[in-house]
């Protein structure tokens, strides 16, 4: 251990004045404060896309699983869950609308123009059908949704919801139909 000399220690000390450094300048101080809003590191963002990967699983696993949490507000709420199970419960021609013009478009690609108009006609009366079938199931929701929740605290809209839900074909309908056919909610 190195011994320090007497006269060192006896020195007085002189007082520093100021803060004991320099100043630093204008551009040092900026450099200094200089950094990224949001940290730029691969890490931070493979851990920022994993989050949000697994938010957005969890979310279109509610929705489809009709968790309220989830779901957009045009979907939310025990009337409209009545609704889409009164829906998915029946057998709706409507549903079967879009499959019907796939073969139409299939029709159309025959080169025999009797084939061609039939087809146009047999879409027309499809359609005339899907649309009175919708009309009376609008009819129905709105007299059993009234029945069940109350005229008056009915909510607006449901006919409609229900016609355009049964437009969808049922393993294309979001959220996924919690019932299976037959089982009419009570």
Do not use: C
């Amino acid at each position: 251990m190195p011994h320090s000399s007497p006269a060192a220690d006896d020195a007085p000390k002189t007082p520093v004045v100021g803060k004991g450094r320099a100043t630093p300048t204008r551009a040092e101080r900026e450099a200094a404060n200089r950094r990224p809003l949001v940290a730029d590191t691969k890490e931070a963002r493979a851990a920022a896309k994993a989050d949000l990967q697994a938010r957005r699983e969890r979310a279109r696993v509610g929705m489809e699983n009709g968790d309220d949490r989830y779901l957009p507000a045009r979907d939310r709420g025990p009337q409209r869950r009545w609704v889409r199970d009164y829906v998915d419960a029946g057998w709706l021609i409507s549903e079967w609308l879009m499959a019907s013009m796939l073969l139409v478009i299939l029709l159309s690609l025959v080169n025999i123009p009797a084939v061609q108009l039939w087809a146009m006609v047999g879409l027309w009366a499809f359609m005339l059908l899907a649309v009175a079938d919708m009309v009376l199931l609008s009819m129905r929701v709105k007299k059993k949704a009234a029945a069940r929740f109350g005229a008056e605290r009915r909510e607006r809209g449901l006919g409609w919801y229900a016609a355009m839900r049964s437009l969808q074909m049922r393993f294309m309908r979001l959220p996924k139909p919690q019932v299976k056919r037959g089982q009419y909610p009570a």
